[in-house]
């Protein structure tokens, strides 16, 4: 179990993904929603630039990019960013 925790914290740091770009890369809208009212950063960038709306968003989960386009800045310029 340990070595599971430890090798998924590797893999947050290398992507530096926040539990909100998790919830959101994975389309949990109940748990966005949780980490949003518990003060997680809608504008954190992962690694590569993104915000966990432009994950959503390219990822198709509509219903994460409800709960996070209203409270994450530049959503639309990410999104069309990534695109490209």
């Known amino acids: 179990m340990f070595g599971l925790r430890n ?3 590797v893999i947050d740091k290398v992507q530096s993904f926040t539990p909100l770009h998790q919830a959101a890369q994975q389309g949990h809208t109940l748990v966005i929603q949780l980490l949003l009212k518990n003060n ?3 504008n954190a960038l ?3 630039g993104q915000t966990a709306c432009a994950i ?3 990822l198709g989960y509509i219903s994460a990019v409800e709960a996070l386009r209203p409270v994450t800045e530049n959503t639309l310029s990410q999104a069309v960013g ?3």
Request: glycine share 6%.
């Open 82 to 84: 990534d695109a490209g």
């Open 46 to 48: 992962s690694a590569s």
């Open 56 to 58: 959503a968003d390219r």
């Open 7 to 9: 090798r998924l914290l």
């Open 40 to 42: 997680a950063d809608p």
